[in-house]
């Protein structure tokens, strides 16, 4: 079919013009209008028009020039979109490996490091944003904290991918290298004398969690969520089910979420030493019914989380629990290590370990152990009650 000739408002055919390069034509407003194919096979058309043709075949000189320097670049390259709404399109787009939404927690994480972590990057156009800017804005992220930018740019780094497959950008500016999360920071777990200070010493309220956290082994968010029903007793002690963990979403609340893997589903029995700490908290802080929470706040809607820091802050600096020689202070984290390692010293597998943190274990490993996953008694009457 011959390509339809436009006319002006007498009918009268409006002249166009053919050159090596490119098409110019005449509109019926008398403005001249430039066209031309690219690269890539697409035809485009010039984003505004020409007062003449002479103007129209310059712009198109201009092109023809760009694409013989390698230098051309799609119109809809050239005017990409900011940064920060192409990063919150990308995420309310995400997918976990599974094909499934994101978990409120992990896309509440990526939200504010969008906001916050790249807020100097929202006004910046994906295709300025070369690997220099990503340096001197990774610089900045860094001296807040080393292991949170690494986060950060990985985060970038995984949306900008996105703009590699959209055909925006040609290669990922954010280096590979900008995504370390390596600190540096090691383990100071509290000696054994340090401990019965600390633990002796803690607000009432908290005694538990410290216990808890180094002779059951749980992760802050798993020992935040625990209710009534998940520690009961059995037998002349308590044990700990972990099938889940808890996280405090800004402006959601508490929110319940899955272990961090399948290894993470556990039962961890407490020395029967702990038995009387554990039953005091029940009887003093937590309400009757299985559903009440182990640590609840002191005022509805404040974070428990904020007042164990404060409590916890308070206790190592009133037993004297200094930072060691290189500076580490001891973290609620490495009471964790302190049970991993002290189920070591006492000659316990590597294994049964891995299973009683849920640090995972492969599944050939699993049949070596009874009905279910975790620490029993046997493991945990080898955590001996610390004294100062």
Not at 180 to 206: Q, W
Not at 308 to 327: S, Y
């Amino acid at each position: 079919m011959p390509a339809r000739k436009e006319r002006d408002a007498r009918g009268h055919l409006m002249p166009t013009t053919r050159r090596g390069f490119g098409h110019v034509r005449q509109l019926p407003s008398g403005k001249w209008q430039a066209s031309y194919k690219g690269p890539d096979g697409n035809r485009y058309k010039g984003e505004k028009t020409f007062s003449s043709k002479v103007a129209a075949n310059g712009w198109l000189a201009t092109i023809e020039n760009e694409i013989e320097r390698e230098t051309w670049k799609p119109p809809h390259v050239l005017n990409a979109e900011l940064l920060k709404p192409y990063a919150l399109k990308w995420l309310e787009a995400r997918r976990n490996r599974k094909g499934k939404p994101l978990a409120p927690a992990t896309r509440a994480l990526y939200l504010d490091q969008i906001e916050r972590g790249m807020a100097d990057l929202h006004n910046t156009r994906l295709t300025q944003i070369t690997t220099a800017a990503v340096r001197e804005w990774h610089n900045g992220r860094v001296k807040i904290g080393a292991s949170q930018a690494g986060h950060e740019a990985a985060l970038l780094r995984a949306i900008l991918n996105t703009a590699v497959a959209d055909e925006i950008l040609m290669k990922n500016p954010v280096l590979a290298e900008f995504c370390n999360t390596k600190t540096g920071r090691k383990i100071r777990p509290p000696s054994d004398a340090e401990l019965a200070l600390l633990i002796e010493a803690i607000k009432p309220k908290f005694k538990a969690a410290i216990v808890l956290a180094a002779f059951g082994g749980p992760r802050k968010g798993e020992w935040l969520g625990l209710k009534r029903k998940e520690l009961p007793l059995v037998g002349d002690r308590y044990v700990i089910d972990i099938d889940g963990q808890t996280q405090y979403l800004p402006g959601q609340g508490w929110n319940e979420r899955e272990t961090k893997s399948e290894d993470g589903v556990r039962r961890n029995a407490l020395p029967a030493w702990a038995t009387p700490i554990i039953t005091d908290h029940l009887r003093e802080f937590v309400g009757p019914g299985p559903d009440d929470y182990l640590f609840t706040p002191n005022k509805p809607g404040s974070m428990v989380q904020g007042e164990w820091e404060r409590a916890w802050k308070a206790a190592r600096k009133e037993v004297g629990v200094a930072p060691d020689e290189r500076g580490y202070t001891v973290r609620l984290h490495d009471l964790r290590h302190y049970y991993g390692t002290k189920l070591a010293d006492a000659g316990v597998g590597l294994k049964q370990i891995q299973a009683a943190g849920g640090w995972g274990t492969p599944a050939a490993a699993l049949k070596y152990l009874h009905a279910v996953r975790g620490a029993d008694a046997e493991m945990a009457d080898l955590l001996a009650q610390p004294t100062a």
